[in-house]
């Protein structure tokens, strides 16, 4: 049997900073979106650079934006989920550890502005 308890704010925050890939949400132009990005957390905000190309980037302008990240191991049913909401902008952020090369990648910034979570348990409380 499988049971959802949910996380405080601050242990959604502490299980985003140790992750390093996950899901970007907003409306595009054809519809709902959903992309994978590898980010870091940089003054409580998601950071991630991408290329000029990638629909990703138009995130560069203000948007309103869903980020998920979890770990569920399938066998088991054990593991967490956090999603957090905010408004995406630019980021000059250069720290950023991106999978694309610096230049002339694109620098996007989710400021948190909610967060939420739970933790999923294959075993009855």
Known sequence: MTYFDRLEPAECLRLLQASGIG?????????????????????????????????LAALATPTNVAFQVDEIDQESAIGWSVLAQGQSGPSAEQRCVSYIPKSPAVGVAIHIESVAGRVVSGNPA
Do not use: C, K, M
């Open 23 to 55: 899901r970007v949400v907003w409306q595009g132009p054809d519809g709902l979106a959903v992309l994978p990005v590898n980010y870091q957390i940089i003054d409580e905000a998601v950071v991630f650079h991408t290329s000029p190309e990638s629909s």
